[in-house]
C-alpha cells in the first residue's frame, strides 16, 4: 500500500487527495498499476486522465470478476482482521490513527511469506533494482 487516506464520505475531494498522496510517494521512470473496483470514482473520466497522466495504469474489476481486484480487497481484508477489528473506533481522527499506522507498519514491518520473508517496502525495492 503506497498511500491511504481516510474521509468521511467518499467524493471527489477524496479521490484527488489519494492521487495526490500517491503521486508524492511514486518514484520517477516507474509505471504501476492501480486496482480497484467499477466504483462510480474510479470511472470519471478526470480520474483516469490523472491516472494516465501520473503513467499509472488502471486494473478495474470486470463485473462478476473479483479476481480482478483481489490484491486490493486483499489488504483491506487484513486491515480489517489485523487492526481495525481489535479496536473500538469513536472519531474519524481514530480511524485515521489507526490505518496511517497500520499502512506504515504493514509496509515497514509486516513480513509475508509470498514476498520470501519480506516487508513489501523491501520487496518492492528489490524488484525495482533487478
Known sequence: ???????????????????DELEHHLKEGIKPTLH????????????QQRLKAMNITQSMSRKGNCHDNAPIESFFN??????????????????????NGYVDWFNNVRISRNKNGLTPVEYREQTMIA
Open 36 to 47: 480497484s473496483d467499477q466504483g462510480w470514482q474510479y470511472q470519471m473520466v478526470d480520474y
Open 78 to 99: 487484513l486491515l480489517k482482521r489485523e487492526c481495525l477489528n481489535r479496536y473500538q473506533i469513536n472519531t474519524l481522527s481514530d480511524l485515521r490513527k489507526l490505518v
Open 1 to 19: 500500500m503506497i498511500a491511504a487516506i481516510v474521509s468521511a464520505s467518499p467524493n471527489k475531494a477524496l479521490i484527488q487527495a489519494s492521487l
